[in-house]
Each structure stands twice: as structure tokens, then as C-alpha cells.
């Protein structure tokens, strides 16, 4: 079953083709990660598949659904949820409060968020599982989130978008300003996830990228240069030359 797919996605700024004709399937459960130097379009890529930008031709499903013209929350409603490359979260909340709130907010009730946290009970429970899941000590979950290291605070992010049950988890430079040993624990705790949660991750660190990834697709210039497995892309001489200036046939 496909969870995500894309079909010609394109992106015109003017003159200048972002991202040129696009063809991204993902399968339930896969682990993708999307790589290529700077300018390749990945960023254009990303807000592509959100919803943050409407494209010049294609189109972008979910689950087999056309979400082409739908919103960003609309389509975080059925299911697709990001992180961002700067974590954008409430630094004097605890990682429990901060993941009941968006439980709250997936439920509709947020209007509630004023009661005692004993009203609660059920959502908190659930947030300490999630967080417990991601390997959250239970000191750092009663912890303000400005005190948690930076690789912490990425792995909470992670957490919000879980909580809205997502079926695809866009993963955008989750390792960017984590210190290495940090960022490993971030990506071991998402492979770790259940594969009802297919995940795509965009992402600088190769290293990180063929520990996590069961298959990479290679942008450069906005268009898909290879796809495959990590050992495949790996020997490609084209993603040498992409990456390293080397002739792709030296």
C-alpha cells in the first residue's frame, strides 16, 4: 500500500524551475530519506508535500487520496505530520505538558487546557507513553524543555508530531545543530517506531542518513538524479559528482 506519492510535482519561482517533475513513492512503513547539496530543491520539496506551497504541475497524494489543493492542517488531519529544521517549541513547558496539549489539540479539546491537570488524566497518561516510547527518563519529562539538551528538544519535536497520530512523519533536518551522539539517539528512536508510521527524512548528515534509510532518493537541480537502496547510491559515480566535484566517469 502507498502511504505517500508524488506524480510530476513541479515548482516555478518565475523563470527558475525549483523542483522539476517528481516522482516520490513511498510505501507503508518505509524509512526514505531525501538528500542533495544545497539548491537541489529539497526544501521546495518539502513545503510541496505540507501544503506551505502550491505547485506549478503535479499533484501530491496521501494514501491514495489527491491532497493537491488541500491546506497544510488539512492535510496534517489526514494524517501528515512535520518537523521543522529550527524546533519551535514552548520552552517553559515540560515535555508532558507540551505533548498533552497537542494530544488535547488532536481531540479537539483544547478549549479544556485551563483545568487542573488531575481532569486530565487519560491525555497525561497517554503523553508520558509516547514519551516513554521515545525514551524520554522520567526526570526529563518533568523537566522545563529549555533545560533539556538540544538533542532532547529535536526528540520532542518529534513527539508533538506524533501525537497527532500521523500516518506520514516528514522529518526535516532533524539532526541540524544536534551534537553527533545526540543526533544518533534522535534517529534511533524514530527507526524505532512502529511501521504503521512511514517516515521521510530530509536530511545533511549522510552518516545518519545510511544508518536510518531503507531507500534514498538523490535530488540535484530540483530533479531526482538516483534512487535506491543506500549501497546503491552510495557507489553511484553521479552522487560523487554531486557531492564531491568528482567526474562522473573518472
Known sequence: MTALATEGLSRDFGGFRAVAGIDLVLAQG?????????????????NLLTGALRPTAGRVRLGGEDVTALSQ???VKRGLARTF???????????????????????????????????????????????DSLRFA?????????????????????????????????LDEPAAGVPPGESRA????????PRDVTVLLIEHDMDLVFRF?????????????????????????????????EPAHG
Open 73 to 75: 492542517h488539512a492535510r
Open 85 to 131: 529544521q529550527i524546533n519551535q517549541l514552548f520552552p517553559e513547558f515540560t515535555p508532558v505538558q507540551a505533548v498533552t496539549l497537542a494530544l488535547l489539540e488532536r481531540e479537539g479539546l483544547t478549549a479544556r487546557w485551563w483545568r487542573p491537570v488531575s481532569a486530565h488524566g487519560a491525555v497525561v497518561a497517554e503523553a508520558r507513553a509516547l514519551l
Open 213 to 245: 534509510a531503507e531507500r534514498i532518493t538523490v535530488l540535484a537541480q530540483g530533479a531526482v538524479l538516483v534512487e535506491g537502496p543506500p549501497a546503491e547510491v552510495a557507489r553511484d559515480p553521479r552522487v560523487r559528482e554531486v557531492y564531491l566535484g
Open 138 to 170: 522520567p526526570a526529563e519529562m518533568r523537566a522545563a524543555t529549555r533545560s533539556l539538551p538540544y538533542g532532547r528538544q529535536r526528540l520532542l519535536e518529534i513527539a508533538l508530531a506524533l501525537a497527532l497520530r500521523p500516518r506520514v512523519l516528514l
Open 186 to 193: 534522535v534517529l534511533d528512536a524514530v527507526a524505532a517506531l
Open 30 to 46: 518505509a524509512r526514505h530519506a531525501v538528500i542533495g547539496p544545497n539548491g537541489a530543491g529539497k526544501t521546495t520539496l518539502v
